[in-house]
Every structure is written in C-alpha cells, then in structure tokens.
C-alpha cells in the first residue's frame, strides 16, 4: 500500500488543493485492495529499482497466471516458460538443447509447417543466468518471446560439434525439401512471419570450428519482431567463417542494441526493408555483409578494426538480378577499418543507393569504393567527418528531372530535440526494469482484471491505472495537477485480452509492460458510431507530461468498431528527458486475429462480409498536438490476411486512418510501419525506416469509401483515382524520412498492375508550405513516387533499381 509519504505530499499542499486531499484518501482507500503492496512512495519520480544484487529478474520471479484468452483450452495452455522447468541445467556441460526446444513447443504451438501462422498459441520463454550448451538449432516456434534474465544476460553457448542452421533459427528449412516455402519447404512463409522477440542473450560460438560457418540467428522474419540487447561472440581467426545474424529475406523489421564481437560476417542480410538501430562491430572482417534489400536503415553504428564495414552487393536492376536496392546509414563511428562501404560493382547509373549522414571515420582509407575498383569517395588515415553522403538519384522541390549523383548531397536540419548531447538521433532500449524488485510490479490480474478475452475490463483496468498514479485521475471528470511521475509500480499486463467498452485512460507517469504481446482490445457500441468516433486508450490526458513506457502490448478491436480511435497519444516526454515517453515492441493490430470479430468467417476478401461488419477502426495511432513519441518496432497492421486460420486467405477490413500525427514533436518512429500515414501541422519528426502498403482492395470500394473525408483529422480532400495516399504531408516542418518503403501491390485484388509498376498513380504527398527532407525512398507499384501538392514530380520509372525504385534523395527546397 501507499506509505506515509502520501499523507507528507498531502499535508504540504497549499489550502486549495483540500478538494485532492479527499480524493486522495479515496484512492488510498482502493489502494489497499492492491494485492502486492508498494513499497515505495508515489510522490516523487522513482527512477531506479530496488532489486538486490542477488534477487533474480523480476520477470522470473513474479507470479505467472498469463493466458491465452482464445486457445481452445486457455485453463490448461501456459505462456510462460522457465527453461529449468522443462529440465535445461544451465551449467555449460549438460546439453540443454531438447529441453528448452521442449519448453518452446510444448503445449499445442504453431509450427513444423503444419501450421503457417497463429495468435493463439503464445509463448514467454525465459533462460534464468547461466550457461546453455546447445548442439542443435533452437527451433522458434511462432508467436514465441525468447527472454534472457536482464540483469546477467545468460549465455547460449554452441558446442563444438554443433550441427544445423544456427543456434536460433526463426524458420526451419523443413530437411528433403529443396525449394521454399510455395512447395511446403519452411515452416512458416518468410513475409508472414510476425510475432517474434530474442532478447538478452550472449550467442557464443568460439567452441565451434573456426572455419565451419557457425551461426547465432537465423531471423528471415517479418513485421512485428525484434532482436535485442544481445552479444555474440565468434572466433577471430584469420580463416573464421562464424556469421552472427543470418537473413535470406522476409518483410521486417527492427533490431538493435547488439555487439558482434569476431567472425567472418556480423550481419549478412537480405530483407525487403529492415531497420537496425545501435550496433557495434569489433574485429569482424565484415561487419554488414549486404545480399539484396528494397531498403535498409542503420541508425548508430560503431565498426572497429574491422576489414569492410559495409559490403554490398549491386548492380541488380530487375526483380530476378535484385541486389541491394537501398543502403541508408546515419551516425556512425568507424575505426581502424580499410573500407568503411564497399559495392560490388561501379555504379554509373542507378544500382544500389547509399545515403552515408553524420559518419565518423579514423583510420578508414576508403570512405566507399568498388570491388576491385576505384575509390568513389576517399577516407582518411587520419580522421574525417562525413556530413551528407549519396550515390543516386537526387531531386527537389517540384523540379521533375533527378541529377544520379555521387556526393555531397542535401543535408537536412535536424532539430536539437531529435538528438543526443552528441548530436546523434536518439535511441533508447526496450525497457526492461533490470534493477527492479518484483515487488516494484503490480499484476492487473492480480488486481481484478480477468483478461478473459470476454469480461468487461474496463472499470478493473482503470482503478489500477488510478490507483498507482493517484496524482492523475482523469477518470474523476477532473483535470488534476501534471505532475512528471513515475515508478510507484510497473504495472504488469499479465498475458491475456483484456476487453475494454469506453475509453481506458492511461495517466502520464506510467510504465506497464506486457507478457508475450498482452492484448487491450475496444469493443462495442462506444466505438461503433463513425459519426462520433471515440479514444479505445488514451495516453495521457490531453496537455499532460510525464514518463510513459509501454512495451509489449498489442492494442486492438473487436469489431465491426467504425467509429473506434485505437490509441490517443497526448503525453509530452518530461522536458529533462528524450525519448522519456514512448513505445517499444507494442503494435496496433486490426482484424485478421481470434476474439476480433474481423475475420476470414465475417470478412473474406471477395468482400461478401459486405462493409457494415468489416470496420476495424475509425484512426489507428492520433499523436496529438503537444504529445512527443518514442515509437520503436510499432506497426500499425490493418490486417491484410487472417494470422489464424489457415494463415493466408486475405481479407477485406476498412480502416479511416492508419496513423495521424500533429504533435511538434519530438517524435521518433523508429522500424515503424502501417498503411497510410497523415502528417499535419507536425514538426520535428525522425522516421526511419517507414513502411507503408496499401489496401489491396483498393480502389474498390474507392478511397475514401467507406469512410468520408473529415477536415477534424485532416483527411486528404482528393484520393487519386480511388487509393489511400501511403503519406500525406500538411504544413509541417522539420520532418526527415530516413529511409521508407512504400508499396503498392495490388489493384482491387489483382497484381497484374506490377507488370507495368502503375498500381496506383501517386503514393507520396506534400504540400507547398511544408519542409521535409526524404532519404532512400523506395517504392514499389506506383506511377508517381512524390507529389506536390497533388502532383506528381519523380516517376517510379526514372529510378529502377531493383524491384523496387529508389529516390536517395528528395528534398522540398
Ligand atoms: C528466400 O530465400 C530463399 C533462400 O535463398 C529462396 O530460396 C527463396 O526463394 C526466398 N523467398 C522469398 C519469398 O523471397
Ligand atoms: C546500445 O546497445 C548496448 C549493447 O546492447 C547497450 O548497452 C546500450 O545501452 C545501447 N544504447 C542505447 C542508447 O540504447
Ligand atoms: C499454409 O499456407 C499455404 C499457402 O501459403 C497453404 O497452401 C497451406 O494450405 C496453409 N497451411 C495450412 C495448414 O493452413
């Protein structure tokens, strides 16, 4: 319960804040139900744990009652996992293998490609600190989190005889098979595998023979999944052919907070579009190892007495001869490296674009040169600063004809708020609460929440919400002080679906975090009514500030909700902070998932569903005017297919808007994607890598049907020819794209509009009064890349290179 720091707080107010003090005692009242106590005050920001040195992870400790509210038998199905359960010692000399794939399998989960894809069958794995010999790959099933103890990452230490495709592999080759996934020959379809998280892991495979190619992850994944806080550890030898990460393809993605230390290969990666974030390389000889891509983002990097930093493959002009389509790098540190880029082939025209922003190089004599060719741009022995670096097409303004450069290219203002005290875009880590006690946690099923995927939540989740933060109760009706607080709990959102019917307010000052993707999920008549449309969890009352971290959370509906806003965002970061408000591994998921209503039974993609019973949201992510936003690995999915089921069939759901923000930020979108996105009076914005795709019925029904335009959230007032714009820009400013992808892959259903790119005729829209810097755009399927004030500029057609077309640079002056 609350100490007397409460009463202390209470008593030192000024005589017009006694209205409080009754209030005050009502929560301390409510406080009490809470089942594990707070031993901490809530007057005061807490900002550090209070775990001893000796106290195990939280997340081992705390009591485990999570669900999996629409398994077909939730009382027996259990999320999580404790590795020494299932019989793993952990002493580095047993072989832990078959137990922890036991404890990944266990239970009726989804995988061995009899099953493509589930939201069913979830899973928490977690590795208490220790040693796990591993002789065989860890088979990832879908749908699973592979958590580390955070306070001492425990190591997974392949054995020297160490057989199969890497020590993790997030989808198995199926042995015999010898093409993919169309014959059966993987278990899960490379650009449908969501819903998967490592983290916390030392991936050791210095036992393994140097010159046998070793690997630690195998991760051909897609949305939806993230790689984290992880070390791997490979054998320096001059003939060492260890590779850390993996990556053939698939549709991602983010990862980040990773070292590599040794090995042939640190990243050897093909992927349609992927974003890395934070990673450093010591004495790999290559440290990015670049197969093929439509577009990749690194954001920090730090490359150290490596051979290459990073080695590209290019030249592939078509879809059969891909090769890297888009490299775009910012912030990195390279040390004692010959070559910081390398491609493999000179580029005269348009064949693999970089963009280099804010590089560092010491000791790197070629800044970026060709395989057994000349040196395009020169480094240094000595130490150089690479401000704005391209080798591409470049445009601005309205002027339709790009000038293929190799140089000094357009160098956007970035806005103090956006970086670091060392002029880097900030990053932040996933949260995890390392420090933390358990008793620092309180469980919402703990605390009378059932998270049942049925039972009216709402009321239960918000006494808690109050209850820890009693400095804030906008559920009173009163607008109270805002206050920056935090760290009287971490409220733990238990596995489950947690089902709420009015407008769950979550006060600044929070930190909640959930157990393998915890569910909130709107539903019923509030969020039925398109003419009235109403918040399903607002995030800080309007004008607040304070911390907020949620992480691992899924915010979703039960439809048909036309007149449901997914997540209000109005909370400013504290302004001694950067990145103090913000989301990480936590997505907006509509339709196309069990319990959702919006599925292949009631909204198949021949559109019999009929519209009425296919609404999934009104608008999936509002950032309001003061909110400032850390947003990392967030997707914003209106379902295209249904995940369970048969895990392909499509389906045809209507969503008004995908992401709109008007917030003057800062906002960061980090590995973010969704489809369509309205930036109006926003400023200060950083997204990298941003993907989009547009609906696949479209235009049928036409954009904006069966919606209609409405001037409160800025929609667009002309959809050309039917189709959602992918980004529509409105008097903004200050707002850098560093590296998107936006796709177009179909027209009412059928592909035969990419035999000509002419899907849909323009993608990309920005007004004439906004200003907005955009690196390494790559499209696909669209007849105009960028408009102007609804009209088109660059023509996809001018900048092939690959199957996708990439403009390095486009500037609006
Ligand atoms: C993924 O990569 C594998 C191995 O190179 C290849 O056989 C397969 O065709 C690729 N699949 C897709 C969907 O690109
Ligand atoms: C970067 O990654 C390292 C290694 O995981 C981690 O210690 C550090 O905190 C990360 N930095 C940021 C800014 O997240
Ligand atoms: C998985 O998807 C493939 C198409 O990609 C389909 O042929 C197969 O039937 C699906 N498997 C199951 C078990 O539904």
């Not at 989804?110 to 590795?127: D, E, I, Q």
């Not at 339709?591 to 292949?600: D, F, I, K, Q, Y």
């Not at 909110?627 to 297919?641: I, K, N, P, R």
């Amino acid at each position: 319960m609350f100490n007397v720091g409460v009463f202390t707080e209470v008593l030192n107010l000024p005589r017009p804040h006694m209205a409080l003090i009754l209030l005050w005692f009502g929560v301390l009242l409510r406080c009490t139900t809470l089942v594990h106590s707070l031993g901490t005050s809530c007057t005061a920001p807490l900002t550090s744990g209070t775990a001893a040195i000796s106290e195990p992870y939280w997340l081992e400790s705390i009591t485990h009652q999570g669900t999996a509210a629409y398994n077909s038998d939730p009382s027996t199905y259990v999320v999580f996992r404790n590795v020494k359960d299932f019989g793993a010692v952990g002493d580095g000399v047993t072989d832990d293998t078959a137990a922890i794939n036991s404890a990944i399998s266990s239970g009726d989960r989804c995988g061995l490609g009899t099953c493509n894809s589930t939201t069913t069958a979830p899973a928490l794995v977690f590795f208490p600190t220790g040693t796990y010999l591993i002789s065989t790959p860890l088979d990832l099933y879908y749908y699973t989190q592979l958590i580390g103890d955070a306070k001492n990452p425990p190591t997974l230490l392949a054995s020297a005889s160490f057989a199969g495709m890497a020590v993790i592999d997030a989808d198995i080759y199926i042995p015999g098979e010898s093409s993919i996934r169309a014959s059966g020959a993987e278990w899960y379809a490379p650009t449908n595998n969501f819903f998967r998280s490592v983290r916390n892991f030392v991936i050791d495979l210095t036992q393994i023979p140097a010159t046998t190619a070793g690997t630690g992850i195998h991760w051909q994944v897609s949305q939806s999944t993230s790689l984290m806080n992880i070390v791997f550890e490979m054998s320096s030898a001059s003939d060492t052919a260890h590779q850390g990460i993996w990556m053939e393809n698939g549709s991602g993605g983010f990862m980040g907070d990773m070292v590599f230390n040794g090995g042939k290969y640190g990243i050897w990666g093909g992927n349609q579009q992927f974003t890395v974030r934070n990673v450093s390389f010591n004495s790999v000889e290559t440290a990015v190892y670049g197969l093929w891509n439509w577009g990749y983002t690194f954001q920090t990097v730090t490359i150290t007495d490596c051979q290459v930093g990073f080695d590209l493959a290019t030249g592939g002009l078509t879809e059969d001869t891909q090769t890297v389509g888009a490299e775009a790098i910012i912030d990195a540190v390279v040390i004692n490296t010959p070559i910081f880029v390398r491609t493999s082939e000179a580029s005269t025209s348009l064949a693999g674009s970089i963009v280099i922003n804010n590089v560092k190089l010491n000791n790197v004599p070629i800044a970026v040169g060709v395989l057994d060719g000349p040196t395009v741009l020169e480094g240094s022995t000595g130490s150089l600063t690479i401000d704005s670096w391209g080798q591409g097409n470049v445009y601005s303004g309205t002027n339709t004809a790009g000038t293929f450069t190799q140089g000094t290219i357009a160098s956007a203002t970035k806005p103090s708020s956006l970086l670091d005290s060392t002029g880097r875009i900030v990053g932040r880590m996933h949260p995890q609460y390392a420090d933390y006690a358990v008793s620092q946690f309180v469980s919402v099923k703990s605390n009378g929440a059932k998270g049942d995927g049925s039972t009216d939540d709402t009321a239960a989740l918000q006494a808690i919400f109050n209850e820890v933060h009693a400095f804030s109760s906008p559920a009173n009706g009163r607008k109270l002080m805002e206050i920056q607080f935090s760290g009287c709990a971490i409220i733990f959102f238990d596995a489950g679906t947690y089902v709420v019917t009015s407008t769950l307010e979550i006060p600044a000052g929070t930190q909640m975090v959930g157990e393998a993707w915890s569910v909130i999920a709107g539903k019923g008549s509030a969020f039925e009514n398109q003419a009235s449309p109403q918040v399903v969890v607002r995030v800080g009352a309007e004008g607040s500030s304070g911390i907020m971290e949620i992480s691992d959370i899924i915010f979703t509906t039960v439809g048909p909700t036309p007149g449901a806003i997914v997540v209000e965002w109005n909370v400013a970061e504290p302004s001694s902070t950067s990145a103090g408000a913000g989301m990480w591994d936590s997505h907006i998921r509509l339709g196309g998932a069990a319990g959702t209503n919006l599925e292949t039974a009631q909204c198949p993609s021949s559109g019999s569903g009929g519209t009425t019973n296919c609404f999934a949201a009104f608008l999936g992510l509002h950032l309001t005017a003061k909110s400032t936003a850390y947003l990392e690995g967030t997707w914003v999915w209106l379902a295209d297919h249904d995940i369970d089921g048969d895990g392909f069939s499509q389906l045809t759901l209507y969503s008004g808007r995908g992401i709109l923000s008007e917030s003057a930020g800062p906002v960061w979108l980090i590995g973010a994607g969704e489809t369509n996105h309205t930036l109006s009076g926003a400023q200060n914005h950083y997204l990298g890598l941003f993907q989009t795709e547009t609906p696949y019925y479209q235009p049928s029904p036409a954009a904006p049907t069966p919606f209609t335009s409405d001037s409160t959230y800025n929609d667009p007032i002309t959809f050309e020819s039917g189709f959602a714009w992918a980004v529509n820009i409105i008097d903004s400013s200050d707002i850098i794209f560093f590296g998107a992808g936006l796709y177009s892959f179909y027209s009412a259903y059928v592909q035969t509009c990419l035999e000509t790119m002419s899907c849909q005729p323009q993608l990309v829209n920005v007004d004439s009064q906004s200003f907005v810097t955009i690196y390494s755009l790559s499209t696909v399927g669209a007849t105009s890349q960028l408009s102007v004030g609804n009209t088109g500029i660059i023509n996809e057609s001018a900048n092939v290179d690959g199957y996708q077309s990439t403009v390095t640079v486009w500037s609006s002056s």
